[in-house]
Each structure stands twice: as C-alpha cells, then as structure tokens.
C-alpha cells in the first residue's frame, strides 16, 4: 500500500480559470527555487542513507539526478521490497482536508452498471443516526450536500444492481459529530458456563486511555478467554501495543522480549557503540514493577493462555505485532482474513529547514522467538472474508459471524460450530466490485501524513 487515495462523498466543483491571448498572468503556484529543491533531495539522500533499512538498495549518490522534483527524487530512491514508506507533500495535506467525516465508516462498491454506493461498515456517532434506522451493513449513496448538511437514500443490492429503496432520504448535519472519537468501538462480556469471554472491537492503537479502560473492566469481571477484534485496526502506536499485550501474557511473559529491532549496518553499528548489541529490545514488565503506573495506566494482568484475534486484509503494523509478539506465550488463534503483511516500522526524519518530511522505514521487528511478519501477511486459522457478501450483524451482537466463530471455538457446547455454508456467508456472486480502500484506513493515513507536516 504505497498510494492511499481518498474517497469523498461529497461533490467538489472545480472552478476552472481561462485567460485570453494578451494574459500574461500566472495561474500556478511557483515552485522552489532549484537551489532549494536540491539542497533538499541532497538532504533527503543523506538522511536515508543513514537511517533506511534497505540502504545498500539506493543508488549511487554520484549517479543522483537532485533537480528532480522532491516526491519524484524520494520516489526514485525506494527499494523494491519498500511498500511502506512515504513522503509528507501539501497533496497530503490537501487530501486529509478533503476527507469527509459523516459519522460512519464505508467501503465503496460499485454494481454492473458503473453505479457506486457505499456500504456501512461501523457508525461511530451513534446517537446522530439514532432516528435514522440505518445500520451496519446497510447501503447508502449521497442524494444532496447543502452547506452543513447532506442527504443520504438507502440502497438495495439485487443481484449485482443498485437501486434506491423506497422512502424519504436520510438527512444528517455533520455538526452533529463529536469531535472525539473513541479508539474503542465495542466491548462486553459473554457468559457461558465457566466461561467468561471478553470482547472488544478496537480501531486503532492510539493513546491508551480508551483500551486502558477495557481491560481494568476484563480484569475487574475475571474473564476466561478474550476475542480481540482487529478488522477495522491500521496500527497505530508501538507503546500501546506493547501496554495491551503486557495485559493479556501470563506470568511466564514477564520480563522477557517483547519486541527486538534489527536496523541497518549504520544503526546496528550506533546501537553497538552504546548498548553493546546490534538490536534494540524491548522486554515486558511484570505488574509489579510497571512503568506503565507512571503514565498514569496500571497493568491489568489478564494472564491468558490463549487469545482469538479477528482480522481483516486492513489488519496492519501493530495490529500484526500484537500476534505476532505473543506467540512465543500464548496460543493465538486468527480468524477473518490474511492480513496485510506489515513487519516493519519507521519513524518521522525532518530538518527545519524544509517543509517536507519523510517517514522512510527504518526497522524490522521479531518476537522472542525471533519470528516476525511475513510480507505476504498472517494467514488465519479460521477463514471468513469481510466482504459485501458476510452478513454484516452488529459489531459485539452473538449474530455476527466473525464473533460467533470465536465463541464457538471458545465454548461449542454453549455456541456449536455452524457449517461454513451456513456461517454469515450468503451464496452470492462477487458482482458488486469495491473501490479504493475503506475509509477508516484513508482517514487513519490521512491524519498520520498530516501529523507529520
């Protein structure tokens, strides 16, 4: 995923310019100044050659075209096993202004007849569509936009085709949605037997305030078994990551390695001058001695011997090194999708100078057994697809498929297993195609690439 575009719902109208023989006025921003331009590729050369993780890949320096433009010249330096980094460009900019927030997360399909539409996948402002009816899994296409406020009409699918449903069309005023949103979607407590499963659909590794308060919850109510529901989750912060899985290892964990990072000769050889070791480590913390308590978050020490994680081809970054850096612990038991293959990280590179950054990446993570991401992702266990053709049943309700699968490989006398025909998947051709990438992992590139200017 080297290019994330944006999907806007909303209709922009271009103004478009003419200018008659005798304007000479110049209609287009001016560029900098070719000085500027390669004073900053050289800086940008220097900078990867030091910190890029492929860094052998770049070409010779002598060999360097530096008048090119900056995204092009950056382009030009990328290794082919690079699917990841990036440069932060006022295109960037403009495409996070662009982003349009109504209130739910969406996936665009379009039928047989070149018509597009967006299916539901979560509503973050519930109570905004409160009145409206429309839930996960519905269908909806733009009918009108005035000023704050947009018209929504429903949807139906028939056999590969569109069309409007009948009944008046859904109003919404985007003044209407809070201005924060909860990292955390949903989460509750399934009691069967002996078995007390936790669940919680969690969207991004944020801050740990919102997963914080999940799992003091688990841990207050003594669960048995978890499902962590990441279909929805891009990655987000290693810190939190870390903090989730120290919740959820048992004792054995405790003081051992998290995550190790292998970096280039350069790094390995900075890292050896002040450790004395290649790698960077970071290992768990027992409750006891937690730093976490510094921060303002406690451990909650779940001490689970095994853990049902839901995923998606969107499941990425942190996401995956939440199974991956538990395995070496616990049992992880994966259902949904492959994930998106992700093993890698990067930090932010900038000089003041300049107006750009670059997010090159940097690092490879392993888990104590030395495991890390494979690129082509983590297969599940269980297969399920998340396309328009699984039922789409509310996140966290015993109906949706992806949830039900966990529960009945967690307790099959209480949840008994359902035959894959019969298990969320309507028989369906594939006739409606999807379009770009969902909105949650728009949004979610769009405010990285945007914090980093």
């Not at 994330?4 to 922009?12: C, P, Q, R």
């Not at 038991?333 to 492959?338: L, M």
Request: charged share 20%.
């Amino acid at each position: 995923m080297n290019n994330y575009y944006t999907i806007d719902i909303i209709v922009l109208l271009f103004t478009l310019f003419g200018c008659g023989e005798n304007d000479n006025s110049v209609l287009t921003q001016p560029e900098m100044e070719e000085s500027e331009t390669v004073a900053f590729n050289r800086w940008v050369y220097g900078e990867m050659n030091h910190h890029y993780l492929w860094r052998t890949d770049l070409p010779d320096s002598v060999n360097c075209d530096y008048s090119l433009t900056e995204t092009e010249f950056f382009k030009n330096l990328l290794s082919e096993k690079d699917r990841f980094s990036y440069m932060t460009t006022n295109s960037s900019w403009s495409a996070h202004e662009r982003y349009q927030d109504i209130g739910f997360q969406y996936q665009i399909y379009r039928d047989q007849c070149e018509r597009e539409a967006m299916q539901i996948l979560y509503i973050q402002d519930e109570d905004a569509y409160a009145s409206s009816g429309l839930k996960r899994g519905d269908f909806v296409a733009l009918s009108s936009k005035s000023g704050n406020k947009i018209k929504l009409h429903r949807i139906e699918v028939t056999d590969g085709f569109f069309n409007k449903s009948d009944g008046d069309d859904i109003t919404i005023y985007l003044s209407d949605f809070g201005k924060y949103k909860s990292t955390v979607q949903t989460y509750k407590i399934f009691e069967a037997d002996e078995s007390r499963i936790g669940y919680v659909c969690y969207l991004e590794y944020g801050e740990k305030n919102d997963i914080a308060k999940v799992l003091c919850y688990f841990y207050e109510n003594n669960i048995t078994d978890l499902i962590l529901d990441l279909r929805y989750n891009p990655g987000g912060y290693v810190s939190t990551c870390k903090y989730l899985c120290n919740c959820i290892i048992p004792e054995t964990g405790y003081n051992k390695v998290f995550q190790r990072c292998s970096y280039n000769e350069i790094l390995a050889s900075e890292n050896i001058l002040a450790t004395g070791s290649p790698y960077t480590f970071d290992l768990y913390e027992s409750p006891q001695n937690s730093t976490s308590q510094l921060l303002g978050h406690g451990l909650y020490p779940l001490k689970l011997n095994r853990l049902f994680v839901i995923t998606s081809k969107n499941t990425a970054s942190a996401s995956e090194a939440t199974i991956i850096c538990l395995r070496p612990f616990i049992e992880v038991v994966i259902i949904g999708e492959s994930t998106m293959g992700k093993g890698v990280g990067s930090y932010t590179l900038s000089n003041p100078k300049y107006r750009r950054a670059i997010q090159p990446i940097t690092m490879r993570y392993f888990n104590a057994n030395n495991e890390t991401t494979p690129d082509n992702g983590l297969d599940p266990n269980y297969y399920i697809p998340d396309g328009y053709s699984t039922s789409k049943s509310q996140l966290g309700n015993i109906d949706e498929p992806l949830l039900y699968q966990g529960l009945s490989m967690i307790n099959p006398s209480v949840y008994p297993p359902i035959p894959n025909s019969r298990s969320g998947l309507h028989n369906l051709e594939n006739t409606l195609i999807p379009i770009g990438e969902p909105s949650y992992v728009i949004e979610f590139y769009n405010k990285h690439y945007n914090e980093n200017n």
